[in-house]
């Protein structure tokens, strides 16, 4: 039985007790992962304090980046490893983990090397009332020790998100990725090993949340800031424990996002598009669709057809090439999603599509399988159009006009994501810049430059990430004003 531990100081550590990790696709224990107490999080913490003050901490910003590229290559080297380690946790199918999470773990840290050397500093000339000069210039200098949380569905693509640019700011870290996913994120240890990073400047704490390693992480006065994706609720929970010690906190929260189809859209790429945005990862990613809002003229046609896309989706072994959707993360939140199936019943929908479990008649019948579900006729109040469901699940509602459709994608808590489809460019543009939401897609979804602000509004999050925004919030600036 593989074991799975703690990662302090360049060490493989044992904590105090041990729980399963386990494969979503068929039920089997995939490793045993031990569970880090307040002490053995104390002793990561206090040797990614010892990190920044070492050797790490003394590092320009070229050498640094030449670190992160290392890094990457040594993900790359591990690549087969890496995307076998996260469709086991995960059971998202090969084929998604080779394309999406696997190379974006290593695009995440060239892309914050390649920033950190370009990176500019602010500056201002101040002219003062006596006529003179003075010149303001602003450095930036690592936080210290950040400790980073993530959740189960993209788990080395959010842990390496937020790991990359604290790095590349000269931080140390501690992360603990989430219970149900610790494989990749102990993976990256012996990357980091390869790559000639210092011990201590990567530690890892597994763990759970409350009263476990990750409240542990958030409770401890030597983490100087902490960084935090996974749900909503979780958030307010981690800002209530960091308020005491004023840490400054960046939240990656929930979504209940909308996609808005116009009449004039190029409807078979409209189809395609929104297939993804509502079942890919098995409608476990944040900026999933789960409300779309169709333009009358064309609701029927296209509920029609995003029904036979649904009921075509090949449901199956994660390990089969051919495979697009895999079981969701835990039997428990296979009961979370099953039970809104049930409350959409209840609160009169239309099942166009879906709406129960597969059967395989195989292994896969002890896995976490729902089939891909479409939804109509739900008022817009009920708690299947307003409650994140994160499973494979839409509910499909017609629109007559532009601002209806405006009004009925803003009302919402959250507002992460949104995505407008339609060939009328101006008409793209003009709905886009009325989202209430942190990032709008136009004709497209989840295409990401990472150098772009990512993030949310309201229950979706706090600040925003990627780019100059996650150096931004990786690092400390320090104005200096001279007067001339
Ligand atoms: P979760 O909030 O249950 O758990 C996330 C992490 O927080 C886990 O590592 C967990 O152990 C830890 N945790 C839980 N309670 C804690 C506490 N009190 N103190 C400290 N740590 C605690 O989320 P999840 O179920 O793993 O992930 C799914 C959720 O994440 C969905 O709501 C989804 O929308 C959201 N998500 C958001 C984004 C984004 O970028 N906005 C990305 C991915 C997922
Ligand atoms: C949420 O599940 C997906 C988040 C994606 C990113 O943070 C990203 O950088 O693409």
Redesign the pocket.
């Known amino acids: 039985m593989k074991s799975f531990r703690n990662y302090i100081d360049g060490q493989f550590v044992r904590g105090f007790r041990e729980f399963p990790d386990i494969n979503p696709a068929d039920g089997t224990v995939i490793a045993e992962v031990t569970e880090a107490d307040r002490d053995i999080v104390d002793q990561a913490v206090q040797a990614a304090r010892k990190a920044f003050a070492g050797s790490w901490g003394r590092l320009n910003t070229h050498e640094r980046a030449a670190c992160l590229h290392k890094i990457a290559d040594a993900i790359e080297a591990r690549f087969d490893r890496f995307v076998a380690a996260e469709v086991a946790d995960t059971g998202k199918p090969i084929a998604l983990a080779s394309r999406l999470d696997v190379p974006?773990a290593a695009a995440?840290f060239r892309v914050f090397a390649d920033l950190i050397k370009t990176a500019p500093l602010e500056s201002f000339q101040t002219e003062t009332p006596d006529g003179k000069n003075a010149l303001n210039y602003a450095v930036r200098k690592p936080r210290g020790v950040v400790g980073i949380i993530t959740?189960w569905?993209?788990p080395l693509?959010?842990l390496t998100?937020k790991v990359a640019p604290a790095l590349a700011c000269g931080n140390t870290v501690v992360v603990k990725p989430s219970e149900e996913t610790p494989a990749t994120a102990t993976l990256l240890s012996e990357v980091m090993k390869e790559a000639g990073i210092p011990d201590g400047v990567y530690n890892v704490v597994h763990g759970f949340g409350p009263n476990s390693a990750g409240e542990f992480l958030t409770q401890h006065p030597d983490v100087n800031a902490m960084t935090f994706?996974g749900e909503s609720q979780t958030g307010a929970a981690i800002m209530k424990t960091v308020a005491a010690s004023v840490k400054p906190v960046s939240f990656?929260l929930g979504g209940k996002n909308a996609a808005i189809v116009f009449a004039d859209c190029d409807f078979e790429e409209t189809l395609s598009g929104i297939s993804d945005a509502v079942f890919l990862?098995t409608g476990?990613?944040?900026?999933?669709a789960e409300r779309v809002y169709v333009e009358r003229p064309i609701f029927d046609r296209f509920v029609g057809a995003l029904k036979s896309k649904a009921e075509t989706l090949r449901m199956g072994s994660p390990l089969e090439q051919s495979t697009q959707i895999g079981p969701l993360i835990s039997k428990q939140h296979r009961e979370k999603v099953l039970s809104y199936y049930k409350l959409a019943r209840e609160e009169g929908a239309t099942v166009v599509a879906g709406g129960g479990v597969p059967q395989f008649g195989n292994a896969l019948d002890h896995g976490c399988y729902v089939q891909p579900t479409i939804y109509t006729g739900l008022r817009e109040s009920a708690r299947c159009v307003k409650e994140e469901i994160f499973g494979p699940v839409c509910h499909v509602a017609p629109f007559d006009a532009e601002d209806e459709a405006i009004v009925m994608a803003n009302d919402t808590r959250y507002g992460l994501a949104a995505s407008i489809w339609t060939t009328n460019l101006k008409r793209g543009h003009r709905v886009a810049q009325q989202m209430n939401v942190g990032i709008t897609w136009v004709n497209c979804w989840?295409l990401?430059d990472?150098r772009t602000p990512?993030g949310g509004v309201g229950l979706s999050g706090i600040g925003r990430?990627?780019g100059m925004h996650s150096l931004n919030f990786y690092s400390e600036l320090n104005n200096i004003c001279i007067r001339l």
């Open positions: 974006r995440n959740p569905n993209l693509l959010l998100w994706t990656e990862n476990q990613v944040c900026l999933c989840f990401r990472l990512f990430e990627g």
